[in-house]
T-cell receptor
Framework: GAGVSQSPSNKVTEKGKDVELRCDPISGHTALYWYRQSLGQGLEFLIYFQGNSAPDKSGLPSDRFSAERTGGSVSTLTIQRTQQEDSAVYLC???????????????????FGPGTRLTVL | KQEVTQIPAALSVPEGENLVLNCSFTDSAIYNLQWFRQDPGKGLTSLLLIQSSQREQTSGRLNASLDKSSGRSTLYIAASQPGDSATYLCAVYGQNFVFGPGTRLSVLP
């Protein structure tokens, strides 16, 4: 089946402009995650959606960043008034989430998309 | 706050060698740990996921172990091949996912 897809694959924008990045998760996956990977840096968690629950926004770096997930499927990450430090690869992942019992906790193997490389000039 | 480290940062080995990559985490209250590989300019590929109640998982030439109490996981790669060259990342899941910085592996033909 199809994996996680992201669009666009590359985005170049001018400082101060708004951008929207799109993620299509694997069909049936209830959880969706956004990460940012800056050059030479590790992955930075941004936001997590799980089913109909309120999203975990604890990783968003500023109020210029927001994300939506419509109909429990497609997600859009929006960055307003982009800054040069926003330049990075933005990665999306999805997973099924189910309990494996009291001792095991949730099972949520993540599958990643190819990412969107954002360059802010 | 959970912190994840990986040692070594980079590793270069000749083809055919067995090797071990290390992942350490500071908070042992995790549900699972996942190993990924990342090829240059691409997303992450899931390799293995170990639940907190498990001690190891195996897939082909890969074996991952987890010692939750000591905050350590190892990824063992047997009979390495040039196609194994990539950056290997571990991630722990507790309150959310926290990734390590990765080990960059080069397997020389």
């Amino acid at each position: 089946g199809a994996g996680v897809s992201q669009s666009p694959s590359n985005k170049v924008t001018e400082k101060g402009k708004d951008v929207e990045l799109r993620c299509d998760p694997i069909s049936g996956h209830t959880a969706l995650y956004w990460y940012r990977q800056s050059l030479g840096q590790g992955l930075e968690f941004l936001i997590y959606f799980q089913g109909n629950s309120a999203p975990d926004k604890s990783g968003l770096p500023s109020d210029r960043f927001s994300a939506e997930r419509t109909g429990g499927s497609v997600s859009t990450l929006t960055i307003q008034r982009t800054q040069q430090e926003d330049s990075a690869v933005y990665l999306c992942a999805s997973s099924l989430v189910f309990s494996v019992g009291l001792a095991g906790g949730p099972f949520n193997e993540q599958f990643f998309g190819p990412g969107t490389r954002l360059t802010v000039l | 706050k959970q912190e994840v480290t990986q040692i070594p940062a980079a590793l270069s080995v000749p083809e055919g060698e067995n090797l071990v990559l290390n992942c350490s985490f500071t908070d042992s209250a995790i549900y699972n740990l996942q190993w990924f590989r990342q090829d240059p300019g691409k997303g992450l590929t899931s390799l293995l996921l170990i639940q907190s109640s498990q001690r190891e998982q195996t897939s082909g030439r890969l074996n991952a172990s987890l010692d939750k109490s000591s905050g350590r996981s190892t990824l063992y790669i047997a009979a390495s091949q040039p196609g194994d060259s990539a950056t290997y990342l571990c991630a722990v899941y507790g309150q959310n996912f926290v990734f390590g910085p990765g080990t960059r592996l080069s397997v020389l033909p």
